[in-house]
Structures are given as C-alpha cells and as structure tokens.
C-alpha cells in the first residue's frame, strides 16, 4: 500500500493566490482529516469527512479556507486568498470507522506551503 | 470537553538513558483508545503505539505506556533511548463525536537524544 499520498510536497506562493493542496487517502478508509501544523499552534484539526461527507468543519480558520472530496479517492483544500500567515506544514489523514479496523489514523507526508 | 496534556520540551537525554514523557487526558465519557504518534522530522505522523482499555499496556520498538484510568494518565517510557529516537512524540485520545471518531491531539514533546 503506498500509504497516504499528498501533493505537492513543497509550495511557495505569493500573498493573494489560490493555492491548492491534495490528497488521495489509503484504499478502503472511510474517514478523511485535514490538519495544520505550526509552531505557535502545534497540530490543528481543520475538517474532516467520513464517507465523502463533511462531519465537522468548525477548525476551518475561515471562509478563505474550503475543502471537498468529490469521491472516496481525492480530497482538496484550497485557500482563496492565500495569505503570510497561512504558511505551514498541511497533513492530510485517512483512517477507518468500520468495525474490525483500529481506528486509527494514517498521516501522508505533508505539505508545506509558504506564503511570501 | 476533550483534551490530552504533555509535558512540554525539549526533552534533552544522552543515549542510553531512560525516557519519560508524561501525558494526562480529560475525556467527556469512556475514553476509547488511547495514542502515542512519533513525528520524526520533515515527515508526516506515524502510530508508535495504542492502548484500547483500562490497564492496557501498548509497546512497540521498545516503548511502552499503561493505560491508566485512575490517575487519567498514559505516560510513555523506554529505558534505553538512541539517538534515532529524536523526534516530536503525540499522545492522542479517541472519541466519539456525534457518531464519529475524531483524534484529540496533545501539543506534542520533543526528543532530543545526544550520544
């Protein structure tokens, strides 16, 4: 299994653009979570889906920040207008709620995006 | 509401010596599961090891934690850490959420292991 898969790893963008983050998680999970990590912040959780639908939306910092996913493969977060303080390490998880799975979740490698 | 809290780093030891980072948790209800990741750097978080009741001991690469439900806690030990176990280490609890199962994150110890 290649695991959770993020792209791209690095970003860098200027203040004002939409920037676009990806993620396509692990074959047969259920759930789906997008986190920001900073050092001021640790590990925040932004949103996450279970079978496709979003669950819980309430760590989204704001109306600039939205997420899909369209299907039980691909996942986006897009930020519209990108801005300096935006910058940070974004890790999307997959992980299962069916029983018989532990429920545990699966982190991709991250992307770290830089705001100038 | 819930939170997990550890104690804060760096945690600075030399090889060999014995590790404890200690995390305490509040839960609204039965804690399900409890978590330690290890995020080693420039990479994403990875399960080092859980526990899924009271009394549970998790273990996994030399580490070891206990599931305490008397004193809420979950504190993590190894007793000869090496230098490749410098990374930032999480505790987590489970929950349920409306249905659903989310992560409850603590803020995250970091290792350092000199030799």
């Known amino acids: 299994d290649a695991g959770v898969i993020q792209s791209p790893r690095h970003e860098v963008t200027e203040m004002g653009q939409e920037v676009t983050l990806r993620c396509k998680p692990i074959?047969?999970?259920?759930?789906l979570f997008w986190y920001r990590q900073t050092m001021m912040r640790g590990l925040e959780l932004l949103i996450y889906?279970?079978?496709?639908?979003?669950?819980?939306d309430s760590g989204m910092p704001e109306d600039r920040f939205s997420a899909k996913m369209p299907n039980a493969s691909f996942s986006t977060l897009k930020i519209q207008p990108s801005e300096p303080r935006d910058s940070a390490v974004y890790f999307c998880?997959?992980?299962?709620?069916?029983?018989?799975?532990?429920?545990?979740?699966?982190f991709g490698p991250g992307t770290r995006l830089t705001v100038t | 509401g819930n939170s997990v809290t550890q104690m804060e780093g760096p945690v600075t030891l030399s090889e060999e010596a014995f590790l404890t980072i200690n995390c305490t948790y509040t839960?609204?209800?039965?804690?399900?599961?409890l978590f330690w990741y290890v995020q080693y750097p420039g990479e994403g978080l990875q399960l080092l090891l859980k526990a899924t009741k009271a009394d549970d001991k998790g273990s996994n690469k030399g580490f070891e934690a206990t599931y305490r439900k008397e004193t809420t806690s979950f504190h993590l030990e190894k007793g000869s850490v090496q230098v490749s176990d410098s990374a930032v280490y999480f505790c987590?609890?489970?929950?349920?959420?409306?249905?659903?199962?989310?992560?409850?994150f603590g803020k995250g110890t970091m290792l350092l292991v000199s030799p």
């Open positions: 998880a997959s992980g299962s709620d069916t029983p018989g799975f532990n429920y545990e979740q699966y």
């Open positions: 889906f279970n079978n496709n639908v979003p669950i819980d």
């Open positions: 987590a609890l489970r929950t349920m959420n409306s249905g659903y199962s989310t992560l409850t």
């Open positions: 074959s047969g999970h259920n759930s």
């Open positions: 839960a609204t209800g039965y804690p399900i599961t």
